[in-house]
Nanobody
């Protein structure tokens, strides 16, 4: 059974930092590209960050570039999203996702977690 479980969300003030975690099971984690997405109320889902196999090819959405860092620990089947200088507009449900297609990954994320809420107050 495939599972992705996010944790680490919460309520913080603007300017604070927060680290999200996502642990996967039931699929070949180390051969999966991983991504973070978010969705705010009334808005479309937004790409936040992605990371390839072996931690290569990290990429970020324009709105978070320079403030968020995505890393992975394949020994723990866990991916992290370190968020700095949070802003009220970062408020959303954050989801992690996995594309298990290995080195040929085209970021077609087929496995998704249930999400964790991040709320940033001004």
């Amino acid at each position: 059974q495939v599972q992705l479980v996010e944790s680490g969300g919460g309520l913080v003030q603007a300017g604070a930092s927060l680290r999200l975690s996502c642990t996967g099971s039931g699929f070949f984690y180390s051969r999966s590209a991983l991504g973070w997405f978010r969705q705010a109320p009334g808005k479309d889902r937004e790409f936040v960050a992605r990371i390839g196999l072996d931690g290569r090819d990290a990429g970020y959405g324009n709105s978070v570039s320079g403030r968020f860092t995505m890393t992975r620990d394949d020994m723990k089947n866990t991916v992290y999203l370190q968020m700095y200088n949070l802003k009220p507009e970062d408020t959303a449900v954050y989801y992690c996702a996995a594309d298990p297609s290995g080195w040929d990954s085209k970021d077609e994320f087929i496995y998704w977690g249930q999400g964790t809420q991040v709320t940033v107050s001004s």
